[in-house]
């Protein structure tokens, strides 16, 4: 059956970094888009970041273009996310998940990013 599970989260400090792993198993990862997703107190899910399953073509959504960047390890069955100049508004469980935006049909438990002085 299909897992995912991230790892990575933490507390930082505003303008702090952090790097975000999925281990993926349970299907053939090299073969799927792979997404980000993340939802902040309160709030919905919100899209994050996705990257085609050969690892060239990726989609930020604006909150994050220039600070985020999305990576995949596909003999590793492994995807990143690694997360620069970290702002409050980060603050949320990032998932990652199985499928392109909008459309994935599995995700994992979450890590929880804090991003606060």
């Known amino acids: 059956h299909v897992q995912l599970v991230e790892s990575g989260g933490g507390w930082v400090q505003p303008g702090g970094s952090l790097r975000l792993s999925c281990a993926a198993s349970g299907f053939s990862f090299s073969l799927y888009y792979m997404t980000w997703v993340r939802q902040a107190p309160g709030k919905g899910l919100e899209w994050v970041s996705s990257i085609y399953s050969d690892g060239i073509s990726t989609y930020y959504a604006n909150p994050v273009k220039g600070r985020f960047t999305i990576s995949r390890d596909n003999a590793n069955n492994t995807l990143y996310l690694q997360m620069n100049n970290l702002e409050s508004e980060d603050t949320a469980v990032y998932y990652c998940?199985?499928?392109?935006?909008?459309?994935?049909?599995?995700w994992g438990q979450g890590t929880q990013v804090t991003v606060s002085s």
């Open positions: 998940a199985k499928g392109p935006m909008g459309a994935y049909d599995h």
